[in-house]
């Protein structure tokens, strides 16, 4: 075949990545880039994430991008629900093509939201595509359960994602984490909804629990700020633990933090036969990067996929691929 034809819908940190990334990639075409900046529109789209011009205009008209016939639309929207991610690309999925959403909930809707999930899977063998999310965070997933395998028994799973944000803007880490505002703005973004609560974290609970045969009771979540002697957030620390009956089986923790050594990394315990403990070491953009280059390296298997919605650890691990991606379809 010739050529991948992709189109990126939104433009910010994670879309202007995607963009620079495909624009070294063999095989792919970029034919469309969608944004709702006024700023941006009308501008070629490689000047705008600040590469050479692309000859790729970034535009608001929908419709017309989609008629182009894209093999697929990556969404980079901000973070926002399944249910409004799916409303954003069902446009897409009507028009005959796959999409690839940086979306955590989106990733394992048979598990956290098999309404949606048989909403989103009835469209798109309607019109014999697929559709899925992917980001950093599944690779903690696989991370997870590949450190099972080699066990005949498992009594509890403690993971820990421990996340320097100096990779990331000061504008993005305090919309999302809160981080460098005060105590009280901290607590009253919470309450008002313009700080993002992250509670769906305690998805990948439940959807590690069922890979693993365990039918999870209750999660229990705490959100814990890290405040400075100048009462400003500098950190904040998630945790989730799954419970069977009285015994906690799961407990993962998500630390975000501007970390004065920079430290990036997952460790991962299993208390079982055998016990494991595992880390894997990261420099500080991990969290950037392996978000942007995850959804380019799933391109090949948007397209050869059986059409429907797909959980993402149904998919095989979405390596990187150096040679012309339609090779590998």
Not at 93 to 117: D, H, K, R
Not at 250 to 269: A, Q
Request: aromatic content about 10%; hydrophobic content about 40%; proline content about 4%.
């Amino acid at each position: 075949m010739g050529d991948i034809k992709v189109i990126i819908s939104g433009v910010g940190g994670v879309g202007s990545n995607v963009i620079r990334l495909l624009s070294k990639k063999k095989g792919i075409d970029i034919i469309g880039v969608i944004d709702i900046d006024e700023d941006k529109i009308g501008e070629d789209a490689g000047t705008i994430v600040g590469i050479e011009p692309i000859n790729v205009f970034i535009t608001n008209d929908i419709p017309a991008i989609y008629k182009k016939g894209a093999d697929v639309v990556i969404c980079t929207s901000a973070p926002t629900s399944p249910e409004e991610t799916f409303s954003q690309m069902c446009q897409a999925l009507e028009s005959g093509i796959n999409v690839i959403v940086a979306n955590m909930g989106t990733c394992n809707l048979w598990n956290t939201n098999p309404e949606l999930a048989e909403e989103i899977d009835t469209i798109s063998k309607k019109h014999g595509v697929s559709y899925f999310g992917i980001g950093a965070t599944q690779l903690q997933e696989r991370f997870i359960l590949l450190n099972t395998e080699g066990c005949s028994k498992v009594d509890k799973i403690t993971f820990t994602h421990f996340a320097d944000l100096h990779a990331f803007t000061p504008e993005s880490f305090r919309k999302e984490w809160g981080v460098t505002l005060t105590k009280r703005e901290f607590y009253e973004g919470l309450k008002s909804g313009s700080i993002e609560k992250h509670d769906y974290f305690a998805d990948g609970i439940s959807y590690i629990a069922e890979r693993l045969g365990w039918k999870i009771d209750k999660i229990v979540t705490k959100h814990e700020p890290m405040i400075d002697d100048n009462n400003i957030v500098y950190g904040i620390h998630y945790t989730f633990i799954g419970y069977i009956g009285s015994v906690a089986k799961i407990e993962t923790n998500w630390i975000f933090l501007l970390d004065k050594e920079y430290r990036y990394f997952d460790r991962i315990v299993v208390e079982g036969t055998p016990y494991v403990d595992s880390v894997n070491k990261f420099s500080p953009d991990r969290g950037m990067v392996s978000t942007f280059a995850s959804l380019v390296n799933a391109i090949p298997y948007a397209l050869k996929s059986e059409p429907g919605y797909i959980n993402t650890l149904d998919l095989p691990a979405c390596t990187l691929v150096n040679d012309e991606l339609y090779n590998h379809i």
